[in-house]
């Protein structure tokens, strides 16, 4: 019988990465996207495509209905939570329904989807894939509206995981690092221009500058897309899988000391010689 799982946010980036993994492997997949011109894309990799908005309740609901009547007898046997946005800026000057509008699709949508999904995955002993980041477990200079999302995304999975124990339902957690994704060029359209007068505004541009490089040599998005496949089809998947081109040393950055991360950034990025003292 053929498996089937629900991916959000399929119309460009991991998403659409994972989808079309996940058909190649034989799973018939469901994939999620607001915009209707966006269902040929997803029809094309072989996905379903279905019409969501994940801040959006009737959306929501109105998904959950398509997917059932498409099951019929059959189940759903994962749900990956993959739909996100980026947000950036110095935590003082960020307007605040910016910073609401990031936790509202990266953490409060991950829920809305679940909650609406959790009947099917029941009843399947299915499995949860939620997309954190490494931004989830350690937070760098202006991007505190994403990694406030994945921190509290971290958290709400672990409750999460162990409330469905009895259940049989799994709850795995994918922590990418930095990957090649179309993602990269909202980071790069971002405005910056309220922060250019502000003390920030140097710093904050050379920063962009350096994540964007950065991208340019990060590895594709195949290696998520092959996390989420293992995190499907394992018997015994890891809780937490970091994914990235050198996971060893960003386990290692994550270990050190936050006194010493302190003291490189400063130096790093602020090119100053040492922090302000205490």
Do not use: C
């Not at 997309?131 to 350690?138: C, I, K, L, M």
């Not at 270990?255 to 100053?272: A, E, G, Q």
């Amino acid at each position: 019988m053929t498996r089937s799982v629900l991916v959000t946010g399929t119309s460009s980036g991991i998403g659409a990465v994972v989808a079309r993994e996940l058909a190649r492997q034989g799973f018939g997949v469901f994939g999620t996207v607001r915009r209707a011109e966006d269902a040929a894309a997803v029809t094309a990799y072989g996905a379903t495509p279905v019409l969501m908005d994940v801040t959006d309740a009737a959306s929501i609901a109105a998904a959950r209905s398509q997917v059932e009547r498409a099951l019929g007898p059959g189940s759903l046997a994962g749900l990956v939570n993959n739909a996100g946005i980026a947000g950036a800026g110095p935590l003082e000057l960020i307007p605040l329904e910016e910073f609401r509008r990031v936790l509202e699709v990266n953490l409060i949508g991950v829920l809305a989807v679940t909650q609406a999904f959790l009947p099917l995955l029941k009843a399947a002993r299915g499995r949860i894939v939620n997309v954190s980041s490494v931004s989830g477990r350690g937070a760098l200079p202006f991007m505190g509206p994403y990694a406030a999302s994945k921190f509290a995304l971290e958290g709400m999975s672990d409750s999460l995981r162990r409330e469905l124990l009895p259940f049989g339902v799994r709850v795995i957690m994918i922590e990418p690092g930095s990957v090649q994704s179309r993602i990269w060029d909202k980071v790069a359209a971002m405005d910056l221009g309220r922060y250019r007068a502000t003390a920030y505004g140097p710093v904050l541009e050379r920063f962009r500058d350096a994540a964007l490089r950065g991208a340019k040599r990060a590895p594709p998005a195949d290696i998520v897309a092959r996390a989420v496949a293992r995190a499907l089809t394992a018997r015994r998947p890891p809780v937490r899988m970091l994914v990235s081109e050198h996971p060893i040393i960003d386990r290692l950055l994550l270990r050190l000391p936050d006194r010493l991360l302190d003291w490189l950034i400063v130096r790093s990025v602020w090119k100053l010689k040492s922090p302000e003292s205490d």
